[in-house]
């Protein structure tokens, strides 16, 4: 397809908007790929200025394209959609969807863990914990921040640059035989903070998601992570049978 | 833990916000009570009044606490916790937590449907379907607003009445038979609208869950919901084994 059908129902604007939404749904026309000019599609697809326009519209209210001033319309990276019910791996997920994976230890340190910190890890307050936040990078984009809690006995050898060149759930397997059996997620809708969004390059007090994660191994917690991700480039899935 | 630490990066108020949230996550400071005054909460941890006001609204918008006019700053009940992994129903949800369910009908309308609404629907555009929007609420709380299309043709005899006595589950499958096979949920970090906050008796401009819900009985598509959930009052779960 990818004609205007003139005898159709459908209004010009519409089927122009379904023509362009299949391109970039197929990846014909790729992320950040800027369209042809409006005087173009007029003569590509033989319809208005107007209808042009009303089709681009359309197509941005609904999250295809944006626009910048003065460069043109592009097209718009689509949302990142994580499925709820796998095992959540940043590197794996990344991987899969044919990105780049990658992170930024912004801050790495031991210290004895809180009240809070111990409550959630069923540790004592006061015994050792890594503590580190990472940017999770997505060919160099940023996604998502994570600060990670690890117990620092059980877990001897790990490094802030260990941690930007192996993916943390292969360190924990290869390096201590850490086989997880286990992870419960938290999802709550918050406002980026400003020192959150400067490193996310996002705006500040725009909607993300905080995401708590528990990793167990067996009775063992291993993790506890605390992150936030982008709300623009970020949406959860859920299929229930 | 729980003192203002001034060689870190982190911005004072951040820091202020962290404390409170950890007296009141662990039950230090329970639900409903009042928080010292801003000056005197000035004098224990030592920083400005401003940051106390920074503090404070970071935990007002992120659902901690609320301030009652003349009164003072309370702690805010805890969220409701949504398990991912079970077949939603808010009905049998609140009754679950020994809450009163209840529904509001602000809105009931037959339509022809959009094309957007056909897409997800998988129906062509023009065929008639519900339109309605149920506020619905717990122990007369208002929780949630859902818009939910139904089509028309399949399901006759829903009204608007009905739905404020029966739950919308009940009435398929009493009336029509219907059983329900699956459901795809799609979670995504929004701001509550002004018409939707006035609604949910919320702020606007304030954290919010988006929850899009498409509920199939084999092919069927029986109904496409898009619902706002208070961000101060559910958060939602998944646990992976």
């Known amino acids: 397809m990818g004609v205007i059908d003139r005898k159709s129902r459908l209004p010009l604007y519409y089927q122009l908007a379904d023509i362009i939404r299949e391109k970039i ?15 173009e ?13 009303q089709a681009m519209q359309d197509l941005e209210l609904n999250g295809y394209i944006y626009r910048e001033h003065g460069r043109g319309t592009f097209v718009k990276p689509s949302k990142i959609r994580q499925d709820l019910l796998g095992f959540y791996s940043f590197t794996e997920e990344m991987k899969r969807l ?32 890594y503590r580190f936040t990472r940017l999770r990078l997505a060919d160099e984009e940023p996604m998502m921040l994570e600060t990670t809690y690890i117990p620092f006995e059980k877990f001897p ?3 802030g640059d260990k941690l930007e060149q192996i993916p943390l759930y292969d360190v924990l397997a290869n390096e201590h035989g850490v086989v997880l059996t286990m992870a419960e997620e938290r ?21 993300s998601m ?8 067996g009775d063992l ?8 991700a982008r709300g623009d480039r970020f949406e959860y899935r859920v299929v229930l049978e």
Not at 187 to 207: C, D, I
Not at 210 to 217: A, Q
């Open 25 to 39: 749904e197929t990846g014909q026309w790729k992320e950040h790929t800027r369209l042809p000019p409006e005087r």
């Open 41 to 53: 599609l007029c003569q590509i697809y033989g319809v208005s200025r107007a209808t042009v326009r």
């Open 98 to 129: 044919g990105k780049t994976p990658s992170s930024r230890v912004v801050d790495f340190t031991v210290e004895e863990c809180t009240e809070k910190v111990a409550g959630k890890m069923k540790m004592n307050a006061g015994e050792r914990v």
């Open 157 to 159: 050898g790990i490094t």
């Open 187 to 207: 999802f709550v809708p918050v406002l980026t903070r400003e020192n959150e969004a400067e490193l996310l390059e996002y705006l500040p007090h725009t909607p």
């Open 210 to 217: 905080m995401i708590e994660r528990l990793t167990y191994s």
């Open 221 to 228: 917690i291993v993790e506890y992570t605390r992150g936030i």
